[in-house]
């Protein structure tokens, strides 16, 4: 059994860790709040943004837009949404797996190729593949500071003009997608070239009779780009909650965790500490003993 002063050193420490545990869980909870407003904001405008494109996209016959031009996937470029920090469990890992499946999976030809380039918007993601030796583009990871559309849609534009002039063919985004705290949903999604959903084309035939300025042509020429925009946004923004999701939960367990193990080393120094006692009394009971007997 250890002896009284390691058990005493050890509850300090996994008292001490308990605090900063705590303390970083109510932190990441703040933030989690903000992030999830954001989304939650944001997510009907997307979807209704999605829903106006494909049914006046749908009505167009001609639709010449260069971000719908669905090409053999000869360049892939991958996004990659992961954190700046640690400490919020699986988080990062599941979106570099996730990752790492689409590339050496769907796009393992491209791959080998040397035809697959990465944007990754996290620290985490960025040296994960930076080190392995893949195509990273830029350096994106302060963009969680100050994340605006304005600062993300600087991102979308230039894939959008390297998609435009045919330096990349298929663009796919992996993100963790936001349910709740302890949930995190892993997503690949195709950014470009932008297809609307077979069930959104089945469903034109309800269309809204929209009244249309100028043309729809022309609206159709806006609200493309806006659309792409929007979806990158709304992934990081997804990714962005899931990461405090993530770390406020992986922060409440190891509280909890470190509370189950205080309570073990408080047992154990209880006991080391009536071991102690009970060897001090027969020591002077022995002794008693053998003064009176002499």
């Known amino acids: 059994m250890a002896n009284l002063k390691e058990v005493r050193n050890r509850i300090g420490s996994v008292t001490s860790t308990q605090q900063i545990t705590k303390a970083m869980k109510m932190v990441a909870a703040a933030k989690l709040k903000r992030a999830t407003n954001a989304i939650v904001q944001l997510r009907p405008y997307a979807n209704k943004l999605r829903d106006i494109l494909a049914q006046v996209s749908a009505s167009v016959e001609d639709n010449d837009s260069p971000f719908t031009q669905d090409r053999v996937p000869t360049k892939v470029l991958v996004i990659v949404l992961t954190s700046n920090r640690g400490l919020a469990g699986a988080f990062n890992a599941n979106a570099i797996k996730t990752a790492n499946n689409l590339i050496f999976g769907k796009y393992a030809e491209q791959h080998a190729r040397g035809n697959l380039s990465i944007i990754a918007i996290g620290k985490r993601g960025h040296d994960f593949f930076q080190k392995r030796g893949f195509n990273v583009i830029g350096d994106n990871n302060e963009l969680y500071s100050d994340l605006t559309f304005l ?124 071991a102690a006692i009970t060897t001090e009394l027969t020591e002077i009971v022995s002794g008693a003993a053998a003064l009176s007997n002499g």
Do not use: C, W
């Open 151 to 274: 600062n993300v849609s600087k991102v979308t534009d230039y894939v959008m003009d390297e998609f435009k002039v045919g330096n990349i063919d298929r663009v796919e985004v992996v993100y963790n997608q936001f349910r709740n705290a302890a949930v995190q949903l892993l997503t690949a999604e195709q950014l470009l070239p932008l297809i609307p959903e077979e069930k959104q084309r089945e469903e034109v035939s309800a269309e809204v009779d929209y009244i249309i300025e100028p043309s729809k042509e022309k609206i159709i020429e806006e609200l493309i780009p806006k659309a792409i925009k929007t979806q990158l946004f709304k992934a990081v923004l997804d990714s962005n909650a899931s990461e405090h999701g993530a770390r406020m939960t992986a922060m409440d367990k190891a509280t909890e965790n470190a509370g189950d193990l205080l309570k073990a080393l408080k047992l154990s120094y209880n006991q080391a500490r009536q």
